[in-house]
């Protein structure tokens, strides 16, 4: 008896048009994945456009939300002068019992931190005559060296101008109320007279 060869079946045209769905949707998924950018890639440019733009972090004394005088991890802070610190956080662990807490809203700056607020200062007043009643040079600032805090919320700051003689920590100029300098010397003999404004103030002078 001859065998006979059974005929070739032919695919279906439903098996057909799933396997060319298939192949379409990797052809999609690998374009997809080959177009996608990188992490590092895109956190790398991040930075270099960061950097070009000239823009300053909290390493540069940035604040971020929240810091206060206790903290120990914020440059803005840690760098500032520790004879001024120290006084900070007494008077701030005494207004406590009065429920009052210290936010910093700015402390020590690098002078590059520093130049780029004198920059956005006279764009914003229109000279730099204007600016510089709000904003000090690099060489002249006292948040540079590290011998100013700008002390934020105005019970704070309505606290320290009552009390503020009491720890050695002055307003220097009026149209600042939130800027405290040390003057060791006021607890006997209460804080000097105030400067208008930086301007009239012999350290910006130089």
Known sequence: MNRTTPPARTPSRTYLLAIAGLAAVIAVLTLAFSSWP?????????????????????????????????????????????????????????????????QVNSGWRSPSYQNRLLREAVSKY????????????????PHVSGDAVDIGRSAATAWLSEHGAGHGLCQIYENEPWHYELRPEATDHGCPRKYADPTQDPRTRQ
């Open 126 to 141: 229109g000279s730099e005559d204007e600016a510089a009643r709000w904003v000090a040079t690099a060489e002249t600032s």
């Open 38 to 102: 990188r992490t590092s890639s895109t956190a790398s440019n991040a930075a270099a456009h960061m950097s070009r733009q000239g823009h300053q972090g909290v390493a540069d004394g940035v604040v971020p939300d929240g810091v206060t005088v206790f903290d120990d991890a914020t440059p803005a802070v840690t760098r500032l002068d520790p004879e001024l610190l120290k006084a900070l956080r007494r008077a701030a662990t005494a207004a406590a019992d009065d429920g009052v807490a210290f």
